[in-house]
């Protein structure tokens, strides 16, 4: 190689370090630079800037939020921009920072989502008392009762989670942003309720799924929109907690009651979708038959007593015991386990007539005194003469209609 090709290398080389180093030179505090990733260590980020030496970004200068980690941030490979914060030439240091930048961009354009209300996704970053943080470029927060439509107890699974939120409140000056995923469900909620609403009609049956229980009925879900399945309608028979008999998440078939869309109210019924309990009587009972069954009322003229799950007889007063009695309280209580005999069945007019005494043998009675025709008496009566006492019987009966016949 020539002397002459020497040199001009030289000089070249020369030139491109000069020119790396008035780069460097050249940056100050507060510039903002773009570079590539290029290794993750010590949790920090290094960038190739394509200057004398490397950026370096700490972890609390990645993001608006708490981070586990750099790699919670960026990854080697990805392009970022970044903001200097301070150089060392003696310690060829160069602090960048990416929240900085993020954070200046964040602000305009929080500021135009608000406007518009645009719905864009958001990562949980933290899960903290009160709610949840995401970096939206600044730290963003949505608090417990903006997450979900329903109230949520525990919030420790939501770390990580995507979620689609509004910008609900703004504050540039206190560096305060309110978002709500709960707004985003509730509209698309109302919408799709009215377009369900609109395809319902009263007699529909339906499969639905058991969302929440309350004390008053069953919330359930049919196709993105709850119903109200009252308490009254979840059974036939009687039902004091919804719990007691359907649970959330089982699928039930319900019936259309009721759509009001000015207020937005479906009403179902489960007990309303099932055959009832006369329909199933009707092959279940005869006349004559012994059942088993339990009192549920007593009233002045008798007892009903539940002989099925809804299919309730009444045992009239003088059907309860062989002796006469004034009320049915003197042999029977509520919820008493009773045998009857059933003396007629209707499930077409849904009634039953049961008796308790035809179960039971009939006392045998005290022996009676009777009088010398073989009637009742008294043991005065029997020790008057016969015509004397016939002529007391009659003249008591009859009086003075006996006299014409004189």
Request: aromatic share 6%; net charge negative; no cysteine.
């Amino acid at each position: 190689m020539s002397e002459e090709i020497k040199v001009q290398e030289t000089a070249a080389a020369e030139s491109v370090s000069q020119d790396a180093l008035e780069n460097v030179v050249s940056l100050k505090k507060g510039d903002t630079v773009k570079g590539t990733i290029v290794k993750i260590e010590d949790n920090q980020a290094f960038v190739s800037l394509g200057y004398k030496y490397d950026g370096v970004i700490p972890l609390r200068e990645l993001s608006a939020v708490n981070l586990d980690s750099v790699s919670d941030a960026v990854q080697v490979g990805q392009e970022v921009e970044a903001k200097v914060v301070s150089i060392n030439d003696e310690k060829e240091s160069l602090i960048l920072s990416k929240r900085q930048v993020d954070s200046a961009r964040a602000w305009d354009d929080l500021q135009a989502k608000f406007e518009k209300g645009e719905v864009f996704e958001v990562t949980v970053a933290d899960v903290v008392k009160g709610g949840l943080v995401v970096d939206v470029g600044v730290r963003g927060f949505i608090p417990a009762s903006m997450v979900e439509r329903h109230f949520v107890e525990d919030f420790s699974g939501y770390k990580g989670r995507t979620l689609r939120v509004k910008v609900k409140e703004l504050d540039r000056e206190n560096n305060k942003v309110i978002l709500s995923q709960k707004d985003v469900l509730e509209a698309e909620y109302e919408e799709q309720k009215q377009k369900i609403m609109a395809s319902l009609e009263p007699g529909q049956i339906i499969e639905g799924t058991v969302q929440r229980l309350t004390p008053f009925g069953a919330f359930v879900d049919i196709g993105g929109v709850d119903g109200l399945v009252h308490v009254s309608e979840i059974a036939w028979q009687h039902v004091a907690h919804p719990a007691d008999v359907v649970s959330e998440g089982q699928s039930v078939k319900v019936k259309v009651l009721k759509v009001d869309p000015s207020i937005g109210k479906i009403s179902l019924s489960i007990k309303a979708a099932q055959p009832g309990p006369w329909e199933t009587a009707a092959g279940q009972f005869h006349t004559g038959e012994i059942v088993t069954g339990v009192v549920k009322r007593l009233v002045s003229f008798g007892a009903f007593v539940e002989i099925a799950p809804g299919v309730e007889g009444l045992v009239h007063i003088s059907q309860i015991a062989h002796r006469h009695i004034a009320t049915p309280h003197e042999v029977l209580k509520e919820g008493q386990e009773v045998k009857a005999k059933i003396l007629d069945f209707n499930p077409a007019e849904k009634r039953v007539s049961l008796s308790i005494k035809e179960t039971e043998e009939a006392p045998a009675g005290p022996e009676r005194e009777r009088g010398p025709r073989g009637g009742r008496g008294s043991k005065e009566e029997t020790n008057l003469p016969p015509a004397e006492s016939m002529s007391f019987t009659l003249g008591e009966k009859f009086g003075d209609k006996l006299s014409k016949f004189k």
